[in-house]
């Protein structure tokens, strides 16, 4: 079978839940966590074109079959060392979305806040990411 080499479809998000508490100035200190439940195996495609109904059939069992749903979790603490200085970090995680994926993200962040004046603050930050990705989406 041939198609156009355009085409359209409408993807359906999966299903997400988020969670997430803070516990504020407990002598200068904050801690806040929270984690994320996605549903990726729910994900699905559709093709506008009627024609293209046997492969957008495909698709959709390939997704259920290479996706998996996943937790993901943040935390972050951050300490007023003076009325004019505050420090904060933070980690997260988020594991692959595919079955036996390598591909999970890790991210580490560290930051500052200053007071320069009556209402004036300046906010600065760095994230790090890093990850491994080894996967194979089609095989051939």
């Given at each position: 079978?041939?198609?156009?080499?355009?085409?359209?479809?409408?993807?359906?998000?999966?299903?997400?839940?988020?969670?997430?508490?803070?516990?504020?100035?407990?002598?200068?200190?904050?801690?806040?966590?929270?984690?994320?439940?996605?549903?990726?195996?729910?994900?699905?495609?559709?093709?506008?074109?009627?024609?293209?109904?046997?492969?957008?059939?495909?698709?959709n069992e390939f997704i259920?079959?290479?996706?998996?749903?996943?937790?993901?979790?943040?935390?972050?603490?951050?300490?007023?060392?003076?009325?004019?200085?505050?420090?904060?970090g933070g980690y997260?995680?988020?594991?692959?979305?595919?079955?036996?994926?390598?591909?999970?993200?890790?991210?580490?962040?560290?930051?500052?806040?200053?007071?320069?004046?009556?209402?004036?603050?300046?906010?600065?930050?760095?994230?790090?990411?890093?990850?491994?990705?080894?996967?194979?989406?089609?095989?051939?």
């Amino acid at each position: 079978n041939g198609t156009d080499s355009e085409f359209s479809y409408n993807v359906k998000y999966p299903g997400m839940i988020a969670i997430g508490a803070a516990l504020q100035d407990l002598s200068g200190l904050s801690v806040s966590l929270s984690a994320e439940y996605v549903y990726y195996s729910n994900t699905k495609i559709e093709f506008e074109e009627s024609d293209l109904f046997e492969d957008e059939v495909i698709e959709n069992e390939f997704i259920q079959e290479a996706y998996h749903s996943v937790w993901s979790y943040r935390a972050g603490l951050a300490y007023e060392l003076n009325s004019g200085l505050t420090v904060r970090g933070g980690y997260g995680f988020k594991p692959s979305r595919f079955e036996d994926g390598i591909d999970y993200r890790t991210a580490y962040s560290l930051g500052a806040g200053f007071t320069l004046g009556d209402g004036i603050q300046f906010e600065a930050a760095a994230r790090y990411l890093t990850w491994d990705e080894e996967s194979t989406v089609y095989e051939y």
